[in-house]
């Protein structure tokens, strides 16, 4: 009994105990196997494969059959049976034009998915960066709180025994109470931060960051390499290109489409005895060939075919603008990913060190009484603007690297 009872307690145990926490290369591989939207997204690709499958088809042929009764039941005027088979021929090469088509609707799908992951994985790693810097901010506070609280207490202590006064006393309990109250809220957004790396991950669920330190790395690029590479590597890039493509191939399918066209068709028949007595006549068999071409007066309206060709002229006309867009996006990102590892590196240990060193300086003078309660809370008010700083220039830096990956399609 007791062996059920653990089986059905490990079947029903909470996902959450199963994933406490989530390392960032762990994160990132699950936002690209488990994002809902970016599966959702996938399914274009085999939709597009389906369609290129379905242009691949045949012109079907048509069979008639057509029966005919000249009064035989009243005048003995015999009875008629026709069988015909015809079948439309593609002269102007219609269905080679509908394959590349489709083929070109494919190509831009799939580059479109591959944009779609580059940027969702931007996404992550901006939610990501904000979760990290919420869970250090959280930190700071909290050690920010319990300084406080142990202030109160020890000035607690000190105003029953007169060393300080009431309003010192009542000061420091306010400011350790209107901390508490700073990480209450703070936790929160901390939380809703790993739900939304949660939603990420498709439901995927994450209740801490294994990772203390955010993932920092270094690129370096001249100019023209980062054009270079960002042409080479975009996917929406590539896309637009294919974009080009797929207006000119639907300009062919145009022209196709308004060439002439032809039909053959093959018939049998058969006729029954004529039994009229004025007009009588033997039973027969027929065979019948037939071309018949259409007069295509449509063809005169060339607004269709217009269309399509102005289409091919937009189409380059917005890979172009593409292209500009993508290298602008690309210098923007390097500028401030320089920008950022200028800021970074303007940080060192020795800045945080010197920063709770003047904090602690100030609470053993605070207790002695040659610092004053205001000079103590502008002492850790210092401190925590300093840890800020830094961590908002640690987040910032990874955030555009980030984006500098992204613009580059790397």
């Known amino acids: 009994m007791k062996k059920i009872f653990n089986l059905?307690?490990?079947?029903?145990?909470?996902?959450?105990?199963?994933?406490?926490?989530?390392?960032?290369?762990?994160?990132?591989?699950?936002?690209?196997?488990?994002?809902?939207?970016?599966?959702a997204e996938q399914y274009n690709v085999d939709i597009a494969q389906a369609n290129l499958q379905a242009a691949k088809v045949f012109n079907d042929p048509e069979l008639s059959v057509d029966y005919g009764n000249n009064q035989d039941w009243y005048m003995y005027m015999g009875q008629s049976w026709e069988f015909g088979l015809s079948y439309d021929l593609d002269l102007a090469g219609v269905r080679?034009?509908?394959?590349?088509?489709?083929?070109?609707?494919?190509?831009?799908?799939?580059?479109?998915?591959?944009?779609?992951?580059?940027?969702?994985?931007?996404?992550?790693?901006?939610a990501w960066a904000e979760a990290w810097r919420l869970k250090q901010s959280c930190d700071v506070l909290q050690a920010n709180v319990r300084d406080m609280q142990q202030i109160a207490e020890s000035d607690s202590i000190r105003l029953s025994v007169g060393d300080i006064g009431r309003t010192d006393a009542t000061q420091s309990k306010l400011e350790a109470q209107a901390l508490e109250g700073e990480l209450i809220a703070l936790q929160a957004e901390y939380k809703n931060a790993l739900m939304a790396l949660s939603l990420l991950c498709g439901g995927e669920p994450i209740t801490a960051m294994t990772d203390a330190e955010l993932p920092q790395k270094s690129l370096s690029f001249s100019e023209e390499e980062l054009f270079r590479v960002a042409e080479n590597n975009r996917a929406d890039l590539k896309a637009a290109e294919l974009s080009h493509t797929l207006s000119v191939n639907n300009l062919r399918l145009v022209k196709a489409s308004r060439a002439m066209e032809m039909s053959l068709s093959l018939g049998y028949s058969y006729n029954s005895e004529v039994r009229n007595e004025i007009a009588p006549a033997p039973k027969f068999n027929g065979l019948s060939v037939g071309i018949a071409i259409p007069l295509k007066f449509s063809s005169l309206n060339r607004g269709e075919r217009r269309a399509a060709e102005h289409q091919v002229t937009?189409?380059?006309?917005?890979?172009?603008?593409?292209?500009?867009?993508?290298?602008?996006?690309?210098?923007?990102?390097?500028n401030a990913y320089e920008a950022a590892k200028v800021v970074l590196q303007?940080?060192?240990?020795?800045?945080?060190s010197d920063a709770r060193q003047i904090v602690e300086s100030r609470k053993v003078g605070y207790q002695k009484g040659d610092t004053s309660l205001i000079e103590l809370l502008a002492a850790q008010q210092t401190y925590r603007d300093v840890m800020q700083a830094y961590i908002d220039a640690c987040s910032n830096h990874f955030v555009c690297y980030a984006q500098l990956e992204n613009a580059l399609g790397l």
Do not use: C, H, W
Request: hydrophobic residues 45%; charged residues 20%.
């Open 314 to 334: 937009q189409s380059q006309k917005y890979y172009e603008a593409s292209l500009l867009q993508i290298r602008t996006e690309a210098a923007q990102a390097l």
């Open 96 to 126: 080679r034009a509908r394959i590349r088509t489709a083929r070109n609707e494919k190509e831009i799908t799939e580059a479109s998915v591959i944009a779609y992951l580059s940027n969702l994985r931007f996404e992550a790693a901006q």
């Open 8 to 39: 059905l307690l490990l079947a029903f145990l909470p996902l959450g105990l199963l994933a406490q926490s989530m390392t960032y290369d762990q994160y990132i591989r699950t936002v690209a196997e488990k994002n809902v939207s970016y599966l």
């Open 346 to 352: 303007k940080y060192n240990s020795n800045m945080m």
